[in-house]
């Protein structure tokens, strides 16, 4: 991601309705994962960008400390700033950790990056995930979406449920829960790609009030389904939750 990037998700990402829906949604799964079933050890946020998620965290999670991950140096020192935790530089295709000493792994919208290779960073994943630990991956979803936002920050590809779900079992991984999200908001995200310009700036961006307030009950509501047990049939965004395999 470019610089321009990191210092505008920096500035919006704590009042921007789209990262408060999905950290909201990744902290409940989490949590509900962790208290099931899951190996002592630390939580990692494998391409934290500039610490929105850990912040959401905290120091622990279900008794677990947390600690991020993030390529850019200056991104991961605003992260660390922002959370006052452990953020390390270093590339999710090589974790700086030892084998099998994770109880859960992040992954929001890391795997789609052009600079990362899917089944490398899964390999790396697995690794230092111990034995029954948790995964958690959040990703864009339908390849025919891709749009000037993901050339602006260097999306790569996207994903169908059915496509990601065989990744992660191909590398290691069971899939606990898998659903899209973002739905009901889709359509007018549908639109929006039809109509933007190729060179438009990417979607991180400050919203008016009401907008917000308007977007996020949205994703309130679908979290609260998805809570449920309940998959979505489509959406903007995937999300699944894992396990590693022994």
């Not at 990692?44 to 622990?60: R, S």
């Not at 999306?155 to 659903?179: D, E, I, M, P, Y």
């Not at 009401?210 to 309940?230: H, K, M, P, T, Y």
Request: hydrophobic share 45%; proline share 5%; aromatic share 8%.
């Amino acid at each position: 991601m470019e610089r321009a990037e990191y210092e505008r998700m920096h500035a919006v990402e704590d009042r921007m309705w789209w990262y408060r829906g999905l950290r909201l949604l990744v902290a409940d799964l989490l949590v509900a994962a962790l208290d099931r079933s899951a190996p002592p050890g630390p939580v990692l946020d494998a391409g934290c960008g500039t610490g929105g998620m850990l912040a959401k965290l905290g120091a622990d999670v279900a008794g677990r400390s947390t600690v991020g991950l993030e390529y850019d140096g200056e991104a991961a020192a605003l992260a660390a700033t922002k959370t006052g935790r452990p953020v390390a530089v270093g590339s999710v295709a090589e974790l700086p950790l030892g084998d099998g000493g994770l109880a859960a792994y992040l992954s929001l919208d890391v795997l789609c990056h052009a600079d990362v290779e899917p089944a490398v960073a899964l390999a790396e994943a697995r690794r230092c995930l111990a034995p029954g630990g948790i995964a958690i991956f959040n990703l864009p979803a339908y390849s025919w979406m891709l749009s000037a936002h993901d050339r602006r920050v260097h999306n790569a590809r996207r994903f169908t449920l059915g496509q990601a779900r065989r990744l992660l079992a191909g590398h290691g991984f069971s899939v606990l829960k898998s659903t899209y999200w973002n739905t009901i908001l889709f359509p007018l995200m549908l639109l929006h790609r039809l109509f933007e310009r190729d060179d438009a700036e990417s979607d991180v961006r400050d919203f008016p009030p009401w907008q917000d307030r308007l977007f996020s009950a949205a994703l309130a509501a679908e979290r609260r389904v998805i809570e449920s047990g309940v998959g979505l049939p489509f959406g903007g965004s995937l999300i699944l939750v894992a396990r590693r395999n022994g």
